[in-house]
Each structure stands twice: as C-alpha cells, then as structure tokens.
C-alpha cells in the first residue's frame, strides 16, 4: 500500500497497515537489545496479566532509551501518515506467550495516534490485530480491559509480519487479539501520539519532565 492510500485509509476508517515499515534487519536488533535486557533483568521486567490471560515482559520507553529514542526518531514518519503535527506521548515493548489474547479495549488520551509494530515471532505465525470500525462513544473511551471479542461491532484483522505495523487511533477504536497466539512468543513495540493542536496536546511526552536547561560545561583541562 502507497503512503496515499494508508493516510486515506487511516482518515476514512481510523486504522491502516503500513508494510514493512522497518526493515528486518533492524526489528532484529531491536529484538534481541531487548532479549538482552530481559535476560539481564532476571523477573524485574514480568509483569501480571491486564488485557491479556498470561504474564508478559513490559518496558517502558523513558526507562528504555532505545525505545525512547524510536519513538521520538519515528515522529516525522507518522505526521506524514496522519496529516497531523504530533507530539510523542509514550511507547512500551511488550511480549506475549502462546495461548494468550489481547482482550479487545480502547485507550487513554495519551494514544490519540497509535503504532503497533511487530517485531519478531517465535514460530513465525502471524498473529493479527484487530480493529473495530465504529467510533467508541466517550463514555466508553480509556478502558484498561475489555472482552474477548467484538460482539456484533464489525472489525478488521491486520497479519503482520516483523517489521510490519498497524497506525490507529487508539482513543476512538476497540482493538485487541482476540485469537491466541500461535507462537512460544511474539515481541511487539507500541508507540503513541498527540495532536500538538488537539484536545490531548497536555499528553505529550507522557507528563514526563524531558525538557529543561541546557549546557554543557567542559572541564578546565581540555
């Protein structure tokens, strides 16, 4: 699919997959930075179940400067694909085992403009999200866990390879997996945004203090 096309889908349905959005040559050094940083990390990194059934290994990007340096690197790539002048939020690597789901939700402001993007596959089994294709009603937004399918509400199924993404808008859509997963495991990196001129704008940076006064100061003897 050209760049047209994903902005045109993304406006008029609110999802869109972008193929090979990095190349797999570098989804697989992401992937194994962050196997590293698993195994180095012991069980610091498990955490319990939230919309999915099993535990999962989690990294938050302003703890993880590789994540975070993504995130922040990707942001002229998504303003061309939203049309929108977009602030960073936040972005957190996440894994999955086998037989596990991804119970269907929508999201908090700060994922206005969201980025799933697959990194590798145990097994190497597609596993899709799903994307619902009505507008969630505001009373209904922000919800942490939801069910396990979509009920009647119509949705899309997007495979994705690593290297693979899909951008939604995370606030207005239900999304989840709601077939389990196929692989011993699956890496996945979520990344987010804000409109800078939206009703979100107070998200960016995910009301982290990254900003602040600047110098540098060289020692005497240099």
């Known amino acids: 699919m050209h760049s047209s096309d994903n902005c045109s889908e993304y406006r008029d349905y609110g999802a869109t997959v972008i193929r090979g959005l990095l190349a797999r040559e570098v989804v697989d050094a992401i992937s194994y930075q962050m196997s590293m940083l698993v195994r180095s990390s012991g069980r610091q990194m498990l955490a319990p179940p939230t919309i999915g059934n099993k535990p999962c290994f989690e990294a938050y990007c302003y703890q993880t400067p590789v994540l975070l340096t993504l995130l922040w690197g990707m942001t002229p790539r998504i303003e061309q694909l939203t049309g929108c002048s977009l602030l960073p939020t936040y972005s957190y690597f996440r894994t999955y085992q086998r037989g596990d789901l991804c119970r269907i939700h929508c999201d908090r402001p700060a994922c206005e403009h969201s980025l799933s993007l697959t990194l590798a596959y145990a097994d190497g089994r597609e596993w899709a999200l799903e994307v619902g294709r009505s507008v969630v ?21 997007f495979p994705m390879q690593p290297g693979d993404a899909v951008l939604y808008r995370g606030v207005e859509f239900m999304h989840g997996r709601t077939a389990v997963n196929p692989n011993r495991w699956s890496a996945h990196l979520f990344m987010h945004w804000v409109d800078r001129n939206g009703p979100f704008a107070d998200q960016a940076f995910d009301s982290q203090n990254v900003v602040g006064p600047t110098d540098f100061v060289f020692p005497a003897s240099v």
């Open 137 to 157: 009603p505001p009373e209904f937004r922000g919800t942490e866990k939801g069910d396990d399918d979509f009920g009647d509400d119509e949705h899309v199924a």
